[in-house]
């Protein structure tokens, strides 16, 4: 059953696959190369689990590694376990809300569990989440990111660094296509400020009185 393996692996990312803009001529979905020693697939109900390491690759360089994966293609649901990487050369994961990043270069994510459900348009991280795009990087315990609502919430030790700028939190919420963002429960906040100077004054210079 060839092609019941093929296509539960290509779903393992559906949301690396661009979206077919509304309006257009569909366009084809992007070859991956998938790389596992054991597949089990069940062509009745869809479900299917990877259960030793998966490696997918694609042709424009993007790549996914997990220690294993399960799900259902039919219901667009999987789920990567253990020491997940996710690197997408093009830096937006075929995402409508990474429409805000398109340009600022390839992205990483990495955690210890990344569960997909393309159907809701729902993706969370559990476990060490790490984000990489450029200058910035996001760390957390737990990511969630609605697509439809463009809303992405980080949980538990929250530190985000862009550039020259660092933001500790518990918690914080972004809107990936507004920029607008919230943080709370013990915020920590680090920005450059003007560098302060003191002026240095210029010598007291005293005359002798003139002795007629």
């Known amino acids: 059953m060839k092609r019941a393996i093929v296509i539960p692996a290509l ?65 667009h649901q999987a789920t990567l376990y253990g020491h997940v990487t996710v690197h997408d050369a093009g830096g937006t994961f075929g995402l409508r809300s990474a429409s805000a990043v398109q340009g600022r270069g390839p992205a990483t994510l990495t955690a210890d569990k990344v569960a997909l459900d393309d159907a809701a348009h ?28 463009h809303v992405l919430e980080l949980n538990g030790k929250v530190h985000v660094v862009q550039g020259d700028r660092t933001m500790d939190s518990e918690h914080a919420t972004y809107n990936t296509q507004t920029g607008q963002g919230e943080s709370d429960k013990d ?5 450059p400020g003007p560098s302060p100077s003191i002026a240095t004054p210029k010598p007291l210079t005293i005359h002798k009185p003139k002795i007629p």
């Open 122 to 149: 729902t993706y969370d991280a559990s476990g060490d989440v790490h984000y990489e795009q450029g200058d910035t990087s996001a760390d957390a315990q737990n990511a969630h990111l609605n697509d439809l609502t």
């Open 11 to 75: 779903l393992l990312l559906a949301a690396a696959a661009p979206r077919t803009p509304p309006r257009t001529q569909p366009k084809a979905a992007p070859t991956w190369d998938i790389k596992t020693s054991q597949m089990n697939a069940n062509a009745a109900t869809g479900r299917f689990s990877a259960p030793n390491h998966v490696t997918m690759l694609r042709a424009d360089g993007s790549t996914v590694d997990a220690d294993r994966a399960d799900g259902n293609y039919k219901a």
């Open 187 to 191: 915020v920590t906040i680090t920005m």
